[in-house]
């Protein structure tokens, strides 16, 4: 077969950054059983998890919490556990020591909830317990089986017609898995960096991504070859995490190179959109990336509070 060559080359690469979602939660629905040979989905497959015994709500019989479809467009709600030590739970099902059930990650102590054995592969069991006990931590109080239930759903293809659509119209990876199981920063500085500089959750210590994460970034390459880049932040957000991550290298390129996603549409439609464009989600004030909207980071706030910034946010936010 011939070689590739320029004339094969991409002209523009644009990368829109979502997160705090598993495949199995957005598209395991995505084709029927059957309708694609290669798809690794959830339907027709008995998939649970068990309920602690130590829950104080057994559920209605069974011990277990099957899989099902999510009730609404706010679920999981509170968000679930997302530090290192919570995955541990989730992945592995051990809480070590004891005194970590009901905790914040913060508050947590050595193995932080991790397995006595590494090499053992995840029994993918701990999802129902660690949201009982992240539950706790965040409500004071501990969930009812329908509460904790939710952990255990996902969307079909109807609730979320754009994303599935985008998910058959392309290339879909459904044998994903995140580079660190655990926080946002982390994650994200692999993204651009293939390390996080040994840092695996965001603020641990509070300076840690603005201050020590010192990698070199594919931006930087990028600007090593002059080829263009910007970074696209939705407003009315003013703070880029992608900038914050990795200020160490890039905090002189903030005033040409990051803008808000306005200037993404803007580029598009005047030809001028850069090499490389990473569009980034709000997680700030009327935040749009995917946790669930509102509850976890305003839970006090007023019902007609959340109506006007919910109506106020584009299509991507109304559909997790």
């Known amino acids: 077969m011939p070689r590739p060559d320029r004339s094969n080359a991409l002209d523009h690469i644009v990368v829109l950054m979502f997160e705090n979602r598993s495949f199995d939660n957005l598209l395991g629905r995505l084709y029927e059983p059957g309708e694609v040979a290669s798809f690794e989905g959830v339907i027709g497959k008995d998939l649970s998890n068990p309920i602690p015994a130590w829950a104080t709500d057994q559920g209605p019989g069974g011990g277990v919490v099957p899989y099902g479809v999510a009730p609404n467009m706010n679920t999981p709600s509170p968000d679930p556990g997302e530090e290192q030590q919570h995955v541990n739970t989730q992945l592995y099902g051990t809480i070590d020591p004891p005194t970590n059930r009901g905790l914040l990650a913060a508050k947590m102590t050595a193995p ?14 701990g ?29 079909t293809a109807e609730q979320l017609p754009v994303t599935s659509a985008l998910a058959r119209g392309f290339a879909t990876f459904d044998h ?10 982390a994650n994200r500085s692999f993204f651009h960096a293939a390390t996080s500089s040994g840092f695996v959750v965001n603020v641990t210590p509070a300076e840690s991504f603005p201050v020590h994460n010192t990698a070199e970034t594919i931006f930087e390459r ?12 939705d407003p009315p957000s003013h703070v880029s995490f992608t900038g914050l991550i990795h200020a160490p290298r890039l905090w002189k390129q903030f005033r040409t190179n990051f803008v808000t996603t ?10 001028t959109l850069p090499t490389y464009s990473f569009i980034e989600p ?19 706030c007023c019902p007609s509070f959340r ?9 991507s936010a109304c559909m997790t």
């Open 112 to 125: 932080y909830n991790a397995p006595s054995d590494w090499l053992l592969d995840p029994t993918m069991d």
């Open 127 to 155: 999802f129902v317990a660690d949201y009982i006990s992240a539950f706790t931590a965040e409500m004071g109080k501990e969930p009812s089986y329908a509460e904790y239930a939710q952990i255990m759903t996902g969307y």
């Open 176 to 185: 994903w898995f995140c580079e660190v199981p655990s926080q946002t920063f």
């Open 222 to 233: 990028l600007d090593q070859k002059s080829l263009s880049w910007r970074v696209y932040c």
């Open 262 to 271: 306005d200037q993404f549409l803007q580029d598009c439609a005047d030809g």
């Open 282 to 300: 709000n997680m700030l004030y009327g935040h749009n990336d995917m946790h669930p909207a509102f509850d976890a980071l305003f839970p006090d």
């Open 307 to 315: 109506v006007s910034v919910a109506t106020s946010l584009p299509v």
